[in-house]
C-alpha cells in the first residue's frame, strides 16, 4: 500500500537497527483517519470470506483492528496478556514470546467470546518472528474457529515471522512489507 509505506517513510523512525517506530500514528498516537484506511484496505481484500470476528492481541493492534471492524460490521476479541479477577476463568491460553517487551506472555482469550462457528481475521501492527500470530492460530485451533487470515499492518519480510505463518498455511495480508531497514541505510520496502 503506497499510502502506508509513504507514511512510514516520513514519520517512522528506525531505532537500534531493528526497532521501526511509527507510535505517532500507529501505536501510540492513532491517526484515526489514516488508521481507518487500513482498515478499508483490509476490508477490500478479506470481504467476501465471512468474517464475523476480527481478533488481535494487547494493546497495539487493538486501534486497528477496532477501525477494521467498522468495515466488517464485527466485534473485536483482543487476547489479553494477563488474567484479571474480571475474566471468566474458562480460557483459551497459548503462550507467545514479545521481542518487544523481552518475556513470554500467556495470552488468553474467553471461551465465551470465540468458538465454532467463527470466522477469524487476526489484525496486528507488525508481523516479524511471527509470535504473536502463531499464538493466535493456536487460539484459534483451540476454540473450533476458522482462521480465515491475518491483516498485517508492516511486515518485517526479512524476519521469519511471514514464512513460518505462510507454511503453516495461514493466508498473511501485509500492507507493507520492509525487506531492510537500518539507521543509516533508512527502510527499504519490497517490491
Known amino acids: 500500500m503506497r499510502l502506508l509505506e509513504e507514511r512510514i517513510k516520513t514519520d517512522g523512525k528506525v531505532r537500534g537497527g531493528d526497532v521501526l517506530k511509527v507510535d505517532g500514528f500507529l501505536n501510540h498516537m492513532i491517526d484515526v483517519r489514516f488508521v481507518a484506511e487500513l482498515g478499508r484496505e483490509f476490508y477490500d481484500i478479506y470481504k467476501n470470506c465471512g468474517i464475523n470476528k476480527i481478533l488481535t492481541i494487547e494493546s497495539s493492534g487493538i486501534g486497528v483492528a477496532c477501525l477494521t471492524a467498522q468495515f466488517f460490521d464485527c466485534p473485536v476479541v ?13 480460557v483459551y491460553s497459548a503462550p507467545v514470546f514479545s521481542y518487544t517487551h523481552g518475556k513470554t506472555y500467556d495470552v ?4 465465551q467470546y470465540l468458538g465454532e462457528g467463527d470466522r477469524v ?6 508481523l516479524a518472528r511471527g509470535n ?10 483451540q476454540s473450533g474457529a476458522v482462521l480465515v487470515g491475518a491483516g498485517i499492518v508492516i511486515e518485517k519480510a526479512y524476519q521469519d515471522g511471514g514464512e513460518k505463518a505462510r507454511a503453516a ?3 498473511v ?16 520496502f519490497c517490491d
Not at 108 to 111: G, L, M, N, Q, T
Not at 174 to 188: D, F, P
Open 173 to 188: 495480508e501485509s500492507l507493507a512489507r520492509i525487506a531492510s531497514m537500518s539507521e543509516e541505510g533508512g527502510i527499504v
Open 169 to 171: 498455511g495461514v493466508r
Open 108 to 111: 488468553i482469550v474467553s471461551k
Open 121 to 126: 481475521l487476526f489484525i496486528d501492527d507488525f
Open 132 to 141: 504473536a500470530l502463531m499464538g493466535v492460530v493456536d487460539i484459534v485451533r
Open 78 to 90: 483482543f487476547a489479553k496478556k494477563s488474567k484479571t479477577k474480571n475474566i471468566d476463568p474458562d
